[in-house]
């Protein structure tokens, strides 16, 4: 078995417990390829040739390791070094025992919906074939000011968003700045996208719900800085006029799991005692 492993350059004992694996594994007999989450694409990482992909970090790892990963279906272990840990299956004590089960074939694969997204300026594509696992988000900029988002669904005209910024969510990011900004919670399984306005003005407030194969077109209005973000970690500068267009990805996230597969409620509950 080819197994990579991801660590998080800032996280010192990230790079410790890699090493500490990366060791365990060849004593198994396995191979193994070792990188950054921060730098792996520009590594020329081999994700094509790799069995498994193990992350070690928290939340945001993950995201970067399931848009890696996400092409060539490659199934991920997260190790939860960071606080709440939505997307780790395990925390660090685990590892060994994780680690058995995955070389002997024991765990299920989760596929979780993820997003892509492109840029229109002018009638010309921009940027193309951005994917998220949590969510797509038009916001301000550094200036407190509303943008106008004028958002159809399937060519058809929905309304003018008037606020802070509106955010596309798939049901993993429904936890996330989705919910945040007032979303509903959606279990990981369902086929269907999100808009959650952020902190709308005079204008619709309410979320809504819609099914997986809906394309929604974000046109956007200003005379000052707006941005699209990508699970909160790639950004682009918008322009007045710039069409954001953003519908469920060919790519799906691979997780792997050894837990039931209806585990996510109480998961989630478990979590969010952290933070209520």
């Known amino acids: 078995m080819f197994i990579g492993i991801l660590s998080h350059p800032k996280i010192p004992i990230s790079e410790t417990l890699g090493g500490e694996i990366q060791e365990w594994l060849h004593a198994q007999g396995a191979r193994t390829w070792v990188g950054s989450s921060w730098s792996a694409e520009e590594n020329d990482a081999p994700l094509g040739e790799l069995d498994a992909l193990i992350a070690l970090g928290g939340d945001g790892t993950l995201l970067r390791t399931a848009r890696l990963a996400a092409p060539h279906a490659l199934p991920m272990l997260g190790i939860n070094l960071g606080r709440l840990g939505f997307l780790a299956e395990i925390t660090p004590d685990q590892w060994r025992w994780a680690l058995n089960r995955i070389l002997i074939g024991d765990f299920w694969v989760e596929k979780r919906l993820m997003l892509r997204v492109e840029v229109r300026r002018d009638g010309e ?36 968003y008037v606020a802070d910024g509106v955010i596309v969510s798939t049901p993993t ?16 399984e369902l086929d269907n996208l999100a808009i959650v306005p952020i902190a709308p003005h005079l204008s619709l407030a309410r979320p809504l719900i819609l099914h997986a194969d809906a ?20 950004y682009i500068e918008l322009q007045d006029g710039d069409r954001v267009v953003v519908a469920s990805s060919p790519n799906q996230a691979h997780f792997i799991r050894f837990g039931p597969r209806d585990y996510f409620h109480q998961s989630l509950m478990e979590r969010l005692q952290w933070t209520i």
Do not use: C, F, W
């Not at 998220?132 to 309304?159: F, I, K, M, Q």
């Open 125 to 160: 594509q921009v940027h193309r074939d951005l994917d998220a696992l949590n969510e797509v988000v038009v916001s301000r900029g550094g200036v407190a000011r509303v943008v106008r988002v004028t958002t159809e669904v399937n060519d058809a005209y929905l309304t003018t």
């Open 173 to 188: 990011g429904s936890t996330a700045y989705a919910l945040a900004a007032g979303g509903p919670i959606l279990s990981p």
């Open 215 to 234: 394309v929604i077109s974000m046109r956007v209005r200003t005379d000052h800085k707006i941005i699209l973000t990508t699970d909160g970690q790639a």
